[in-house]
């Protein structure tokens, strides 16, 4: 449009222009307003501002203007090309001002836009009939023209100081408002005037398009220069960044490398694993190169083959973990340890990736479960330790009759020998009552340097005819270097044999040879004894329960379900442990560690029975005082004393017991502990401050020693103290000791399995 726009133009001034030289300076400053109409054009396609477009359109007016002007010069009489030539100077004048503040960034409504184009209009077609002087009528816009092109001139000052091209535009545009100021008076000049400002027409046009060309050159060329800055520090910083790529890399693999949990990265599509960490690789039992590439079926079997879709794949192995976050991984060799851990989605080299956390929790849940067992025995301990002590007083009753009805002479042999089967099952009740009581001690056991190669030894001898009739072979693997600890010989004992005869009754009635391998072994700063069996194992789903109190696989007079119970407590007093590892079909092997520690043995006490018996007093010279809330105690103690010689006397309570012995003088006091108003102990202490010389002649009968507070009375007091229920020998025999003036000494409680020690 442009250059058909030219074409006319040109025609139109060749048609119309003299062949003057007149006509060569118009043709010159057609040209160059032409060239600066090129120029903005251009600017505005590539800049897309909308004051070179504004620009253009003013020059290309004021092309107009100069060829009704040269048209003027052929006739002066034609007022349409003055209308013409004073509108298209009014126009380029709104068109500089509008493209100007449109630079400066003020734009405005276009509806003034449109009211300046009407009132230009209207002064345009107006003036040439109002006014006949074409000064008067061209001077309103051409003044309009200078002042758009002084404000344009100031707007490219404030880029002087900056830019080259700038400058020359700031100058030219300000000569070319002068220039505008006196065109007005064109008419009225010679020829050679006229032809001298068309030339700087001219000039000044090319002047401004070189300086428009020149201030694109320098934006440009500062443009490149900012975008090569950014360019520069776009290099730089994606080399910092890459820098910090590294190290986040190199951090990530050493945290992935030392990390204590196993780490698999499993591709989501395939469900293979594509890294591990060391960890991962100890975990699994695998090589370093043996985890890539392996599917996650091999380590996780409830895992199922790949899906179709990402989404299925990852549901896949979420389901993998229970609701604690556990799940069960098959090492190389095929064992199955027990994880927790999680699956977490990630990206990884630009894929998803599943990254699955875990670690082994088998020790952690034994443990647990150990926890759980001693809460679970320690809440059960105080209710076995009320029903026990409340036990014994009757029992003590039952045996105490049937040990003085066996004694008397006019009966005949079937009443004796039933009085023996009516003993022999409270023994074996007061057995069951001895066993709670030594599962709820809460007492320390009396530790001494031991052998433990020796306790095997010896328990082993103990079950040799069990083991005989049971057709059970037994082996033994004994470290001969084991080193000596502290124990309570009898207790440990006691745990062996039990874990011994369990292991007779679980082969009973299995095919083949029973067979039953008792080891020890020093791991560390501990003895390891196990004892293991070829039987039929035990099931998972009662391996949990087997050390619970009360809870037994035997038949109904076969087992009380305390053993194990007993076992477990007795190594929890020892600083121990007890577990078991079994498989159903393979056997079981009951585990005992305790720990090695040194310490003086404590000197022995022995008694000299034929010292007793020289000293021993005359009983009919001897007054017993003895104390009791339970009435058949009373009874029982009395007639067993009485029938032997001694003089006594009765007494309910404390209370009762001190002013009985204010008047009378007593040898000795055979006390209860637990009793209203006045218990055993403070008995011992109202004793201590008034009758001292009778505090060395107290003995008390009790079934209170698991009471810590008792315990450790009758520990520190140094008082004789036999356990309820009790053999009346063994009271006759205390008796004797104390009235003499004898040691303290150890009562053995007849047990059916094994004599274990009572103190007294």
């Given at each position: 449009?442009s ?42 396609v590539?800049?897309?501002?909308a ?16 060829a ?5 010069e ?25 493209g100007?503040?449109q ?47 002084g ?12 830019l ?7 100058r ?59 360019f520069?520090?776009g ?48 975990l ?22 790949p899906?179709e ?23 190389a ?89 009516v003993?022999h ?12 009581l ?15 190669n ?72 501990r ?36 053993g194990?119970?007993?076992?477990y ?5 020892h ?43 005359a ?7 003895i ?30 017991a ?21 218990n ?12 001292p ?32 229920p ?6 006759e ?21 094994k004599?274990t020690?009572?103190a007294?």
């Amino acid at each position: 449009m442009s250059g058909h726009l030219a074409t006319n133009a040109t025609a139109f001034v060749s048609a119309t222009l003299p062949p003057t030289g007149l006509a060569v300076t118009v043709a010159l400053a057609l040209l160059s307003t032409w060239v600066v109409v090129v120029v903005l054009a251009y600017l505005n396609v590539h800049t897309r501002q909308a004051c070179f477009r504004f620009w253009a359109a003013a020059w290309l007016c004021f092309s107009l203007y100069l060829a009704a002007s040269v048209a003027l010069e052929q006739r002066p009489e034609a007022t349409f090309l003055v209308t013409l030539g004073c509108a298209s100077v009014g126009i380029s004048a709104l068109c500089m001002l509008w493209g100007s503040l449109q630079w400066a960034g003020r734009t405005q409504h276009n509806r003034y836009l449109g009211l300046g184009l009407l009132a230009i209009l209207v002064w345009s077609f107006a003036a040439p009939h109002v006014l006949r002087n074409r000064i008067w009528v061209n001077l309103p816009t051409s003044l309009l023209l200078a002042l758009a092109s002084g404000f344009t001139a100031t707007l490219y000052a404030k880029q002087s100081k900056e830019l080259k091209g700038a400058v020359l535009l700031t100058r030219g545009l300000s000569l070319w408002s002068l220039q505008m100021i006196a065109f007005p008076w064109e008419a009225s000049l010679s020829p050679g005037f006229k032809t001298l400002g068309y030339v700087a027409t001219a000039v000044l046009a090319l002047c401004m398009a070189l300086g428009m060309i020149m201030l694109a050159l320098e934006q440009a060329r500062a443009r490149n220069e900012a975008l090569l800055g950014e360019f520069k520090r776009g290099i730089a910083q994606r080399r910092l960044l890459e820098q910090e790529v590294n190290v986040s890399e190199e951090r990530y693999r050493l945290l992935f490398d030392s990390a204590g949990d196993a780490i698999f990265l499993v591709d989501l599509g395939s469900l293979r694993i594509i890294e591990a960490n060391p960890a991962a690789e100890a975990l699994a039992g695998f090589g370093p190169d043996q985890l890539v590439g392996r599917p996650l079926l091999d380590l996780c079997p409830k895992v199922r083959s790949p899906g179709e879709s990402l989404l299925e794949n990852k549901k896949n192995v979420e389901e993998l973990f229970d609701a604690a976050g556990e799940f069960q991984l098959v090492k190389a060799q095929g064992d199955r340890v027990l994880c927790e851990g999680s699956a977490t989605l990630v990206d990884c080299d630009r894929r998803p990736v599943l990254q699955i956390n875990a670690r082994e929790i088998t020790g952690r849940k034994k443990l647990e479960q150990q926890l759980r067992q001693s809460e679970k025995l320690s809440a059960l301990g105080q209710l076995v330790a009320g029903v026990a002590h409340e036990l014994n007083n009757p029992l003590a009753v039952v045996m105490g009759y049937a040990q003085l009805l066996a004694k008397h002479k006019a009966i005949d042999d079937k009443m004796r020998k039933d009085l023996h089967k009516v003993l022999h099952e409270s023994e074996r009740a007061a057995n069951i009552v001895r066993n709670l009581l030594t599962f709820v001690r809460p007492r320390e056991p009396h530790l001494a340097m031991v052998d433990v190669n020796r306790l095997v030894t010896e328990a082993l001898e103990t079950r040799e005819v069990q083991v005989q009739s049971a057709n059970v072979k037994v082996v033994r693997k004994l470290t001969a270097d084991l080193p000596e600890t502290t124990a309570d010989a009898g207790q440990i004992e006691q745990v062996l044999t039990n874990l011994v005869a369990n292991a007779i009754q679980a082969m009973d009635g299995q095919p083949g040879p029973g067979i039953i391998e008792v080891t020890t072994e020093r791991r560390g700063d501990r003895i390891r004894i196990a004892v293991a069996d070829n039987g039929p194992g035990i099931p998972m789903q009662i391996i949990d329960k087997i050390f619970d109190p009360f809870f037994t696989t035997k038949g109904p007079g076969k087992g009380t379900g305390l053993g194990l119970s007993i076992c477990y407590s007795i190594m929890e007093e020892h600083k121990g442990r007890i577990w078991v590892e079994s498989e159903v079909g393979k056997g079981s092997q009951f585990i005992v560690e305790l720990p090695v520690v040194k310490c003086p043995d404590a000197p022995d006490e022995k008694r000299n029975d034929g010292d007793m018996e020289e000293f021993a007093p005359a009983p009919q010279q001897r007054r017993l005082l003895i104390v009791d809330d339970e009435p058949g105690i009373v009874d029982v103690l009395s007639e067993a004393l009485n029938s032997t010689g001694y003089r006594t006397d009765t007494a309910s309570n404390g209370v009762e017991a001190l002013k009985q012995i204010a008047s009378q003088d007593y040898d000795l006091i055979i006390s209860d502990m637990c009793m209203p108003e006045m218990n055993g102990e403070e008995l011992h202490a109202a004793i201590s401050q008034h009758h001292p010389h009778l505090q060395h002649r107290i003995i008390f009968v009790t079934g209170d020693t698991v009471s810590p507070t008792s315990r450790r009375f009758l520990e520190q007091s140094g008082v004789r103290w036999l356990t309820k229920p009790f053999a009346i020998s063994d009271i006759e025999r205390l008796v004797a000791s104390c009235l003499c003036g004898g040691l303290v000494e150890t009562v053995h409680a007849r047990d059916d399995s094994k004599s274990t020690p009572t103190a007294v």
